[in-house]
């Protein structure tokens, strides 16, 4: 099976843009989770969708959003980018079959502001 | 709230000695818990996870865990470390179908 695959792999933006981030999971796997990684914040959770719903939020501000296609596709977007958005977006897949599903990881979008 | 701590930001093992990189969870009724590996530029890899059962989870590339409920600790071992296990190391718990992630340990082995 192919693994979690992310588009664009790196991205640079400047501040006030936005841009759309891509994920396709494994085939079968129908939660998509969405984490960003900074040196600083480490690994945060931003969501996480499942049927096309968004089923977990975690902190993050309003111009974090995202979406899932009925192929179990995900995109993420992020709106009016700030310069602290510069990070490691990583997507994750499970079959989401028993709670204790592990993730699949893509490998990551590195988006730099500038 | 529910949390993964890994107390050291950086282990040194010398090659073909045992290596443990340790975790400790917060988090209520019976967690799950995970740990994953990252390499330079990568995603996360998945290693093994404790679900229920036997406490000792054996996990990929020779990679072991045994879970302690009485100290809240999922420590990740293995009996020989190679050089090619240096890496970053996640622990991470679910609960509510959020995985919350620890700090992150970096492994270093010298040879």
């Known amino acids: 099976k192919a693994g979690v695959t992310q588009t664009p792999r790196y991205l640079i933006k400047t501040r006030g843009q936005q841009v759309t981030l891509s994920c396709s999971p494994i085939?079968?796997?129908?939660?998509v989770s969405w984490y960003q990684q900074t040196p600083g914040q480490g690994l945060q959770f931003l969501f996480e969708?499942?049927?096309?719903?968004?089923?977990n939020k975690g902190n993050f501000p309003g111009r974090f959003s995202g979406r899932q296609f009925s192929n179990s596709r995900s995109e993420m977007n992020v709106s009016t980018l700030e310069l602290g958005d510069s990070a490691l977006y990583l997507c994750?897949?499970?079959?989401?079959?028993?709670?204790?599903?592990?993730?699949?990881f893509g490998p990551g979008t590195r988006l730099t502001v500038t | 709230a529910q949390s993964v701590a890994q107390p050291e930001d950086q282990v040194n093992v010398a090659e073909g000695n045992p290596l443990t990189v340790k975790c400790t969870y917060s988090?209520?009724?019976?967690?799950?818990l995970f740990w994953y590996v990252q390499y330079p530029n990568r995603g996360l890899q998945f290693l093994l996870k404790?679900?229920?059962?036997?406490?000792l989870v054996k996990g990929s590339y020779g990679f072991e865990a045994e879970f302690n409920k009485s100290q809240t600790s999922f420590h990740l071992k293995k009996p020989s470390a190679f050089v090619s296990d240096s890496a970053l190391y996640f622990c991470?718990?679910?609960?509510?179908?959020?995985?919350?992630f620890g700090t992150g340990t970096r492994l270093q082995v010298f040879p």
């Open positions: 994750a897949s499970s079959l989401d079959e028993t709670g204790g599903d592990e993730q699949y």
């Open positions: 969708y499942f049927s096309e719903t968004q089923r």
């Open positions: 991470a718990g679910k609960r509510d179908d959020k995985l919350i």
């Open positions: 988090v209520s009724g019976n967690p799950y």
């Open positions: 085939s079968g796997h129908r939660s």
């Open positions: 404790y679900i229920t059962g036997d406490n």
